[in-house]
């Protein structure tokens, strides 16, 4: 179990460091496959998507400006800076409690729960 779980760590770990660098990687993107790397929903119907704005919200957190256009971004923020410091205590630790693993895996779910119940109680709010 003790395996799993820092495999799983490391998983989270990574994708954090994706979603932190995801400006980065969406501005390459963006000039690379210009057509693809567009909001899909935003594409098809017109209107925006619960995330739409969120790439754009952490390039411009990146450079110190707090003007966000999707009012969740600050709890995304938040939520990945401490993810990112949590896996990183996590995987400096030689052994992890049995306990940790389950309490761990239970309070996530219920963050990210949290985050895309914000994200939709925003998009439902902004709509006509």
């Given at each position: 179990?003790?395996?799993?779980?820092r495999i799983?760590?490391w998983?989270?770990f990574?994708?954090?460091?994706?979603?932190a660098a995801?400006?980065v990687?969406?501005?390459?993107?963006r000039f690379l496959?210009?057509?693809?790397?567009r909001?899909?929903?935003?594409?098809?119907?017109?209107q925006?998507?619960?995330?739409?704005?969120t790439?754009?919200?952490?390039?411009?957190l990146w450079h110190?400006?707090?003007?966000?256009r999707?009012p969740?971004?600050p709890?995304l923020?938040?939520?990945?800076?401490s993810?990112?410091v949590?896996?990183?205590?996590?995987?400096?630790?030689?052994?992890?409690?049995?306990?940790?693993?389950?309490?761990?895996?239970?309070?996530?779910?219920l963050l990210l729960s949290l985050?895309?119940g914000?994200?939709?109680?925003v998009?439902?709010a902004?709509?006509?």
């Amino acid at each position: 179990m003790d395996k799993r779980y820092r495999i799983f760590n490391w998983t989270v770990f990574g994708f954090v460091c994706y979603m932190a660098a995801l400006p980065v990687f969406a501005r390459a993107m963006r000039f690379l496959l210009p057509q693809i790397w567009r909001c899909s929903y935003l594409r098809m119907t017109g209107q925006p998507c619960p995330f739409c704005g969120t790439t754009g919200d952490l390039a411009r957190l990146w450079h110190g400006n707090f003007d966000f256009r999707n009012p969740v971004t600050p709890l995304l923020a938040m939520f990945l800076l401490s993810e990112l410091v949590w896996r990183s205590v996590l995987l400096l630790r030689r052994r992890l409690p049995a306990r940790l693993m389950w309490w761990d895996l239970g309070a996530h779910i219920l963050l990210l729960s949290l985050l895309l119940g914000a994200y939709l109680c925003v998009w439902f709010a902004a709509r006509p």
